[in-house]
């Protein structure tokens, strides 16, 4: 326009306004029209916002024009996805690092409530952003069904997992004890040091009910490299006899011979938790678990390898834990045997029959591990790793997470140890390596040593040859038809084997395959004599 038009403009005429672009009302000063958005959208509208924006936090707010509060939440919602698919891919040893510090979950509780709560109070808000104001009864029902399900959907998983955090602290604290007393472990800030090996002893002790304390019928050394995780698994026979100690040990003034405790069996490597603390209290000091020390000073004599820690599960509650993961599935190649007791001619109650895939619960798992009447401890110790072959199986991710609250508190019942809280870091790092190293195993029986005369020297050569990579492999002679590796009559079916570690070493082969032809020897020459006649 012209200064002469405006001049020529009547007195009170207001000029015309421009056109309003679209998009916009004269009467939002330039802001987008958010309530007339907001208030033309449909049911389904609400809810499918609503439902997104509890999927992907920020989204209602996008949609609402509330741009900056909605990319804000969003981002925030990347990150922590980011950072847990992190955790579950590249960031698993930091995972699982943060599962064995006490105080680290703590913050991880609290952390949990606290996203909880957010991501409701986003799903809550988010929804009243794009909930037309004038909505009918109806709609405000339909709505609120909605986000009382989405907040359900979210309180419950986090209400689990935090449940799982404070089992697995309590794990912690009840296993790994910071104010636990070993006579063969100094707790230092830096367990592993400049060790080349870490070595374990694994106990699995026979106690439980009608049983007068407990015997250790499964001692298997574990020697791990740190540098990288190669492991060789060394196996002893319960009746081991004559169990050295170290000549610095007080126990071997009191064992020069070996380890004796009045009869013969009561003598056996499987007898010395129980009888020397027994026999002989206080002589190592203050500790907690005294037959566990006895142990690692014989059996580390024995090998000629310091045992640095052990642990040890007991039978008794083991059931519980098969239960607790709804039970566990097995080969079986052979009639295994229902209690008995070979000593005393007690015949077994029953048998478990040949057969694959066999659904076991937690008594009739345990039965499989124990049964030892008419076979060997070769024989048993076989079974007992495929029975923890099955339990690692039979623990998938959403039976942990369901069940772990039983699970801590079994494991707790049956798991003892003195590995200090102190080394839980550097034996997370260990156990990433050992996942992807070569294990081996050598299991001194009777093709190796005589349990009754133990050539001590000899199975420390052996050790040292296996570690050193310099053991020869020599195969064992076949064993006679009707008896075990061990030389044993076996008078339920099972065929002759070959001995397992005859070989100074040998690679963990897959031992709990099913057999058919084994399985079906078995069957042909039917169960075996039981106390029902």
């Known amino acids: 326009m012209t200064d002469d038009q405006d001049l020529t403009r009547p007195i009170g005429e207001a000029p015309e306004l421009p056109p309003v672009p679209p998009g916009r009302s004269a009467t939002t000063s330039g802001r987008p029209a958010r309530h007339g958005r907001r208030e033309s959208r449909s049911l389904a509208s609400v809810l499918g916002l609503t439902a997104l924006n509890a999927a992907l936090p920020g989204t209602a707010f996008l949609a609402s024009g509330r741009r900056r509060v909605g990319a804000a939440v969003l981002l925030v919602a990347l990150l922590l996805v980011g ?16 599962a064995v510090d006490s105080t680290g979950l703590v913050w991880l509780i609290a952390g949990i409530a606290v996203l909880a709560v957010a991501w409701v109070a986003v799903i809550v808000t988010g929804y009243r952003s794009v909930l037309p104001r004038r909505s009918s009864r109806p709609r405000h029902l339909l709505g609120g069904l909605l986000v009382a399900a989405l907040v359900a959907a979210v309180a419950y998983p986090a209400y689990r997992v935090g449940t799982v955090a404070a089992a697995q602290r309590g794990l912690l604290e009840g296993v790994f004890a910071e104010d636990r007393e070993s006579a063969t472990v100094v707790d230092t800030p830096d367990p592993f040091g400049d060790q080349e090996r870490v070595n374990v002893l694994l106990l699995g002790g026979d106690g439980g009910e009608g049983r007068e304390g407990v015997r250790t019928d499964t001692v298997i050394v574990a020697s791990i490299e740190t540098e990288t995780g190669e492991t060789t698994l060394f196996s002893l026979p319960r009746n081991l006899e004559d169990l050295p100690f170290p000549a610095d040990s007080p126990l071997a003034a009191i064992y020069p ?7 013969e069996s009561e003598s056996l490597l499987n007898a010395v938790y129980r009888n020397g603390p027994a026999d002989h209290p206080d002589v190592l000091g203050p500790t907690d678990d005294p037959g566990a020390d006895f142990l690692k000073l014989g059996v580390g004599e024995a090998l000629g390898l310091p045992i640095d820690y052990f642990v ?5 509650g083991f059931s519980r834990l098969v239960d607790a993961l709804g039970g ?5 190649n052979y009639y295994v045997p229902i209690n008995g ?3 005393l001619g007690i015949l077994p109650d029953g048998y478990i029959a040949p057969g694959p895939d066999q659904t076991m619960n937690g008594e009739t798992a345990l039965h499989f591990a124990r049964g030892r009447f008419g076979l060997t401890d070769y024989d048993r110790m076989a079974r007992q790793r495929c029975t923890i072959d099955a339990i690692i199986d039979a623990a998938d991710p959403i039976t942990l997470l369901e069940q772990y609250q039983e699970l801590a508190a079994t494991t707790q019942d049956i ?6 809280r102190s080394a839980l870091d550097d034996f997370v790092d260990l156990a990433f390596l050992v996942k992807d190293a070569e294990v081996r195993s050598v299991v001194f029986d009777t093709s190796l040593i005589d349990p009754a005369y133990p050539d001590f020297p000899k199975m420390r050569r052996i050790v040292q040859d296996t570690l050193a990579g310099t053991a020869t492999s020599t195969p064992a002679p076949a064993p006679a038809p009707g008896t075990s590796a061990s030389g044993a009559e076996v008078p339920n079916g099972s065929p ?7 070989a100074p070493a040998s690679d963990i082969a897959d031992a709990c395959a099913y057999d058919p032809a084994q399985a079906q020897a078995a069957l042909a020459a039917g169960e075996p004599p039981t106390r029902r006649g």
């Open 257 to 263: 011979e070996g380890f004796e405790s009045g009869n």
């Open 496 to 502: 002759p084997q070959p001995v397992e570690g005859a």
């Open 341 to 343: 007791e070979p000593t």
């Open 312 to 316: 040890l599960v007991n039978l008794d």
């Open 415 to 420: 798991v003892s140890t003195d590995i200090p």
């Open 83 to 98: 950072g847990a698919v992190w955790l579950a891919t590249a960031g698993r040893r930091s995972a699982v690092q943060l």
């Open 328 to 332: 566990i599935t097995v080969n079986v």
